[in-house]
């Protein structure tokens, strides 16, 4: 089935520890993007990429790192610096102005601190 | 930097009755895009509806249609026949129609339906 895959559904993080969250696609989708959710915050973009190769920092980069060495995939990195990252990571991807900018959501990952 | 305002954190309606959501949004582009977003209890973004700036039309997907008021600059979803599988966090979402762009989105309104 297409479509796009986060793993793992749950993740745990030591103190002064990185983790990467991945985020795959089948979709043949050209951007990628990702969203940390907090409880009464909505969804703030933490970075996005609209091709291989190549990203942009969104409203929350600070504390996170990201790749996009290939079209399906678009792994996140929560690095030591990020110091509250207890939340809830969603990815999606999009195929362009001829869907009207239309994004697809996978089924999140669930950071906690330990 | 484009904002979007959802005013109502939560709502409940009856089962078979009708409710609104509401949101504003700001911005100073003319083209762009609204959508509504839908995240059951499982955590999935699902797509409820879309509406084009430059369409005047208000946009119609089954039981969901939206009231889209582009000089008040808002975007309000109106659901019919609620169903208790309609019970989720809404979303209301903003981009610019300007290819592969992120969506702003708005804090939410959780909707309880009621049977």
């Known amino acids: 089935d297409g479509g796009i895959t986060q793993s793992p559904k749950y993740l745990f993080r030591k103190e002064g520890q990185n983790v990467t969250l991945s985020c795959e696609q089948n979709?043949?989708?050209?951007?990628m993007y990702w969203y940390r959710q907090d409880p009464g915050q909505g969804l703030r973009l933490i970075y996005y990429?609209?091709?291989?190769?190549?990203?942009q920092k969104g409203d929350i980069a600070e504390g996170y790192s990201v790749s996009r060495e290939k079209k399906e995939s678009f792994p996140l990195t929560v690095t030591s610096a990020q110091k509250n990252p207890t939340a809830f990571y969603l990815c999606?991807?999009?195929?362009?102005?001829?869907?009207?900018?239309?994004?697809?959501f996978g089924a999140g990952t669930r950071l906690s601190v330990l | 930097a484009q904002t979007v305002t959802q005013s109502q954190p939560e709502m409940s309606v009856q089962e078979a009755e009708t409710v609104t959501l509401s949101c504003t949004y700001d911005?100073?582009?003319?083209?762009?895009?609204l959508f509504w977003y839908k995240q059951p209890p499982s955590r999935q973004m699902i797509l409820v509806i879309r509406?084009?700036?430059?369409?005047?039309q208000n946009a119609t997907e089954n039981r969901f249609s939206v009231n889209f008021q582009k000089a008040a600059k808002s975007f309000s979803l109106k659901i019919s026949d609620s169903q208790l599988g309609d019970t989720a966090m809404y979303f209301c979402?903003?981009?610019?129609?300007?290819?592969?762009?992120?969506?702003?989105f708005g804090k939410g309104t959780r909707l309880s339906v009621i049977a």
């Open positions: 911005t100073s582009e003319n083209n762009y895009y």
């Open positions: 979402a903003f981009s610019w129609n300007s290819g592969n762009t992120p969506l702003v």
């Open positions: 999606a991807s999009s195929i362009g102005t001829g869907a009207k900018n239309i994004q697809y």
């Open positions: 509406q084009e700036a430059y369409k005047q």
């Open positions: 990429s609209q091709i291989v190769n190549d990203f």
């Open positions: 979709l043949n989708h050209d951007a």
